[in-house]
């Protein structure tokens, strides 16, 4: 079992900057991929950035790329989201997800991961 607790949502706006965190307890955090999914109102969650398990390996939707950056920090048990030049389109509830995967793999679906953080509202607005 896996315990992930994400914070540093807030409003914000537009060109602003924000850095999410998710902090996990319970099992070994390295035996987990990371990733971060967000859904906006009305729309479907949709992937947003991933790292592996040593955090060598990142992978980003496009829309987010240049301006969003993943990492973790092991010895904290903790996954960041650093976000930049945000836009309104930003708008969600931002929540990471924890998944079981071999050295070198990055979680991109949903459907991949095991644990499920509560969720942190962004919110991208003048």
């Known amino acids: 079992q896996v315990q992930l607790v994400e914070s540093g949502g807030g409003l914000v706006q537009p060109g602003g900057s924000l850095t999410l965190s998710c902090a996990a307890s319970?099992?070994?955090?390295?035996?987990?991929?990371m990733g971060w999914f967000r859904q906006a109102p009305g729309k479907e969650r949709e992937f947003v950035a991933g790292?592996?398990?040593?955090?060598?390996?990142?992978y980003y939707t496009d829309s987010v790329k240049g301006r969003f950056t993943i990492s973790r920090d092991n010895a904290k048990n903790t996954v960041y989201l650093q976000m930049n030049s945000l836009k309104p389109e930003d708008t969600a509830v931002y929540s990471c997800?924890?998944?079981?995967?071999?050295?070198?793999?990055?979680?991109?679906?949903?459907?991949?991961?095991?644990?499920w953080g509560q969720g942190t509202q962004v919110t991208v607005s003048s």
């Open positions: 790292v592996s398990r040593s955090g060598g390996v990142t």
């Open positions: 319970g099992r070994a955090f390295t035996d987990y991929a």
């Open positions: 997800l924890a998944g079981r995967a071999r050295t070198g793999a990055v979680l991109t679906s949903a459907r991949a991961g095991d644990y």
